[in-house]
């Protein structure tokens, strides 16, 4: 049975289908985050099977860890923060 969905989506249809916005997968390539993406001339497109795959990627069995994910200030620490 073909799935309804195009195999390639543009970054609107690929935002609805993760139900996200499209300027958050914009900023995620910018960023290098989110799902895989192709460039096509100057289009980017998603292909299917990353849209699908990426949700898995981002399964996580806590919440340790995340603060050293966080951008930490270019100079170093500054006093009294957190990040030592």
């Known amino acids: 049975m073909q799935s309804s969905v195009p195999i390639f989506q543009d ?9 996200l916005s499209a300027s958050c997968l914009e900023k995620w390539r910018v960023l ?13 497109r998603y292909l299917r099977a990353d849209l699908d795959a990426w949700p898995e990627s981002q399964v996580r069995n806590s919440t340790a860890g995340a603060r050293d ?8 620490p500054s006093p009294g923060s957190p990040w030592r």
């Open 69 to 76: 994910a966080l951008a930490r200030p270019i100079g170093g």
């Open 32 to 44: 290098g985050r989110g799902p895989r993406f192709r460039k096509h001339g100057r289009q980017v």
């Open 11 to 19: 970054t609107e249809s690929a935002a609805a289908y993760l139900q």
